[in-house]
């Protein structure tokens, strides 16, 4: 963990999101730094709203957390990483984002990674589309591609 690294948001969800596409269940939480993925059962949400106190939201925007939260804020994901699946951004080539096409189609998310592995983060609502591809515009906008 760098002290710059700085937290830019993430969200689980236990019904719109699938981490290749095994198990419904999954999220996303993304520094400046990193992208932490979590596969069925990784809700970061709860952790970071004790670290937040007084937010009723699933996510937090840089603006409104002090140094101290955003610091305790990556000190958690750090801390998780080993049941996490994180990705520095230089180990990251490409991040193809697909919207979800209608009520019962799904997009996705793939991210291949310099090392030729690649995983697929499958997406089933617009709102949680946009919210996901919001975040990888901050992150790593050069790796970004739409399709």
Known sequence: ME???RYLG??????????????????IYVTDK????????GDMDVTLKKIVTGSGRK??????????QNQAIVKELSAQS????SLRKDQISLLEMKPPPGI?????LKIDLTSGESFQ???SKKKEYEYILSLLQSF???ALQQV
């Open 140 to 142: 790593k906008p050069q």
């Open 104 to 108: 019962f189609r799904t997009g996705h």
């Open 3 to 5: 002290e710059s690294e």
């Open 34 to 41: 990193r992208l932490v993925l979590t596969g069925f059962g």
């Open 59 to 68: 996510d937090f925007v840089p603006a409104n957390l002090t140094p101290e």
């Open 82 to 85: 080993p049941q996490l699946m």
């Open 10 to 27: 993430g969200m689980y969800s236990p019904m719109q999101l699938a981490l290749n596409k095994w198990k419904i269940g999954a999220g």
């Open 121 to 123: 983060l499958i997406i």
